[in-house]
Every structure is written in structure tokens, then in C-alpha cells.
């Protein structure tokens, strides 16, 4: 009987789409060590959002490694020049992180995101 479940569930194109791709395996998790507040920083964009009235749509997400410490702005668009005039205006007054972590965020907007903070 095991097999004719087996068989039926391979063939079955419902139990197929929500089975979802084929599993990889995953790299080994490292620790990631901040000495202190603003040491090291992850910045992450969200987008797919609903559109506010206000045409916002993105979310510039800012989490500092040592405190924990998220903060959240919505954002117009995705460009670099928007990302630092934000991170500018509300965390780096504050103070300068000595190390950023950038994720999910495409290449070319990645460079030109560290160039105009530099």
C-alpha cells in the first residue's frame, strides 16, 4: 500500500505545485560577531509591498548586530541616492557604522549604494 501512495502522490499535479522545488542543502550558519552599537549594520529592501497613498511601495529595513535594533522606512523607489539620503538623514547622524551587510540587493544598485556613501 506504501507504494501505491508513493505512486499516486508523484503523479498527482496538485500534490506537485504545492510541494515546492527540490530541496538544496543549505551552507553552515556562522556567528557573527559585533563588538559594538553600529559596528556592523544589515540593511535589506523589501519591495512587493502595497502601494500607500502617499506612493510609497519599498521598505528600507536597518538592523544593527550588536543592539538588535531595527528600524523600517518607506521608501518611493529602490534607487541608491533615495537608500542614503535615509540611512543619512535618520542612522548615520547617530553615528557611522564601520561595516555594512548588504542583502538582496542587485549588484549595480549594491556599487552605486557604496560609492555615494563614500
Not at 32 to 49: N, Q, R, T, W, Y
Not at 61 to 79: G, R
Request: net charge positive.
Amino acid at each position: 500500500m506504501r507504494k501505491d501512495v508513493n505512486k499516486w502522490y508523484k503523479e498527482c499535479i496538485d500534490c506537485a505545485k504545492s510541494k515546492g522545488p527540490p530541496t538544496k542543502p543549505h551552507g553552515k550558519l556562522r556567528k557573527v560577531f559585533a563588538g559594538a552599537p553600529l559596528d556592523l549594520v544589515a540593511i535589506d529592501i523589501l519591495s512587493g509591498m502595497p502601494v500607500t497613498p502617499d506612493g510609497l511601495k519599498y521598505v528600507l529595513v536597518v538592523t544593527d548586530y550588536f543592539s538588535k535594533w531595527t528600524e523600517a522606512y518607506a521608501l518611493p523607489d529602490a534607487e541608491a541616492s533615495t537608500c542614503m539620503q535615509v540611512l543619512y538623514n535618520s542612522l548615520l547622524v547617530l553615528d557611522c557604522p564601520d561595516n555594512y551587510i548588504a542583502i538582496k540587493i542587485k549588484t549595480s544598485s549594491q556599487n552605486s549604494l557604496l560609492s555615494y556613501a563614500n
